[in-house]
């Protein structure tokens, strides 16, 4: 069974701060997606990386493939309150056919006005 | 709109009953995933189809849980003789055979409640 942990679980920090949250795994992934998941909703794709070192930026929010391919980060700038949301790593596995997700338990984030 | 579709949204029922859910993937998309989430928990994998062919099920897919697709295009998954520990949220997902990447798009979710 592939386990992909992330940190922190929670995460609560006032409007216009700095914030990362961490996706890491033992295994190396094929490729791996960024959601963001709303309470009574389905998660929402943000970012997909695929190559080692990697950095893709969306607005406010910076995301970095590890150089192994094994770990990830979010990184979100000046946050503000609608960045609020479950956010959830997600990873494909070659040993697995590369065709299901494995998720993480997902960091829950709040912005505090 | 054109994103993955779910129906029903909440489906409230007793222990013992069966339910089915739908989804409707995006149209030109001839993968489609079949998920559930736990409160506090990430989703997690249960089927895949690719057009009509079912071609991986995880051990969470009881015998009590079956998932068609029969023409490739929109899919059920049914949950015979609900069991309180079936309660969670259903998601789909969808993505196209010609992405490289595992892209895979969400739908709303089907929630399930089992008295």
């Known amino acids: 069974t592939q386990l992909l942990e992330q940190s922190p679980q929670f995460l609560s920090i006032q409007e216009g701060e700095n914030l990362t949250v961490y996706c890491n795994s033992s295994?190396?992934?094929?490729?791996l997606q960024w959601y963001r998941q709303e309470p009574g909703e389905g998660p929402v794709l943000l970012v997909t990386?695929?190559?080692?070192?990697e950095v893709k930026k969306l607005k406010r929010l910076t995301f970095q493939f590890g150089d192994a391919r094994k770990d990830s980060s979010l990184h979100i700038t000046a946050a503000q309150p609608g960045d609020t949301g479950l956010y959830l790593c997600?990873?494909?596995?070659?040993?697995?056919?590369?065709?299901?997700?494995?998720f993480g338990t997902g960091t829950r984030l709040t912005i505090i006005p | 709109d054109t994103g993955v579709s779910q129906n029903p949204r909440h489906k409230i029922t007793k222990r013992g009953q069966n339910v089915t859910f739908r989804c409707d993937p995006i149209?030109?998309?001839?993968?489609l995933y079949w998920y559930r989430q736990t409160l506090g928990q990430g989703p997690e994998f249960l089927t895949y189809?690719?057009?009509?062919?079912?071609?991986?099920k995880s051990r969470l897919l009881s015998d009590r849980f079956s998932a068609e697709r029969p023409k490739g295009s929109f899919s059920t998954l049914e949950i015979q003789r609900t069991e309180q520990g079936d309660s969670a949220m259903y998601l789909c997902?969808?993505?196209?055979?010609?992405?490289?990447?595992?892209?895979?798009?969400f739908g709303p979710g089907t929630r399930l409640t089992v008295l």
């Open positions: 997902a969808s993505r196209s055979g010609f992405s490289s990447y595992n892209e895979q798009f």
């Open positions: 149209s030109e998309h001839n993968r």
């Open positions: 189809f690719q057009n009509e062919a079912q071609l991986e």
């Open positions: 990386v695929v190559t080692g070192g």
């Open positions: 295994s190396v992934f094929s490729s």
């Open positions: 997600a990873g494909g596995y070659p040993d697995f056919g590369n065709e299901k997700l494995t």
